[in-house]
T-cell receptor, first 118, second 113 residues
């Protein structure tokens, strides 16, 4: 089945550091990628939707200058948390949908990145 | 607007027993898809089962089955012969042509040995 690789799985860094998270589709072309944030024991909250070659669409309340998303190719999207602070600590999950995807094809999820800002 | 509601934050079941997780949703769309995802402690999102709204027949996947009531906008998940590995968070999700998933708040299921 389709595989989405997310890297790194765990990041611990100091406040003020910028952190980049990669999301790769390994065996299919992902025209659309989604970035979610999940707090402990809560649901996934969609942060932004990115389409290859175009600017990401951010959900209301998500700072686009804080969370930079790049979807430069059909197999790679990156989320950069700029000047991260402790309140940015969370679990971030990406998902990808293929070029031939229709609504009934579920998104394929990465394994997530646990970000901890000290 | 689309909403998904899971009214059971936590549930438990004895091993080998059957448990049903409830989910209701609200939408004005007619063509859509419903899913149940499992998130174990590893936090990986695992697709459990899906249902196309245009299909009247309830989906089944081995020990997992759904009771889809379109008129009532209800989509419950039944887990038969519960196993310890079923312990996880379960999320109900909805999607239509907008491509965006709408997730419920989740139900934490514990299977008791």
């Amino acid at each position: 089945g389709a595989v989405v690789s997310q890297h790194p799985s765990r990041v611990i860094c100091k406040s003020g550091t910028s952190v980049k998270i990669e999301c790769r589709s390994l065996d299919f072309q992902a025209t659309t990628m989604f970035w979610y944030r999940q707090f402990p024991k809560q649901s996934l909250m969609l942060m932004a939707t990115s389409n290859e070659g175009s600017k990401a669409t951010y959900e209301q309340g998500v700072e686009k200058d804080k969370f930079l998303i790049n979807h430069a190719s059909l197999t790679l999207s990156t989320l950069t948390v700029t000047s991260a602070h402790p309140e940015d600590s969370s679990f971030y999950i990406c998902s990808a949908r293929g070029a031939t995807g229709i609504s009934n094809q579920p998104q394929h999820f990465g394994d997530g990145t646990r970000l901890s800002i000290l | 607007a689309q909403t998904v509601t899971q009214s059971q934050p936590e549930m438990s079941v004895q091993e080998a027993e059957t448990v049903t997780l409830s989910c209701t949703y609200d939408t004005s769309e007619n063509n859509y898809y419903l899913f149940w995802y499992k998130q174990p402690p590893s936090r990986q999102m695992i697709l459990v089962i899906r249902q196309e709204a245009y299909k009247q027949q309830n989906a089944t996947e081995n020990r997992f089955s759904v009771n889809f009531q379109k008129a009532a906008k209800s989509f419950s998940l039944k887990i038969s012969d519960s196993q310890l590995g079923d312990t996880a968070m379960y999320f109900c999700a909805f999607i239509y042509t907008g491509n965006q998933f709408y997730f419920g708040t989740g139900t934490s299921l514990t299977v008791i040995p």
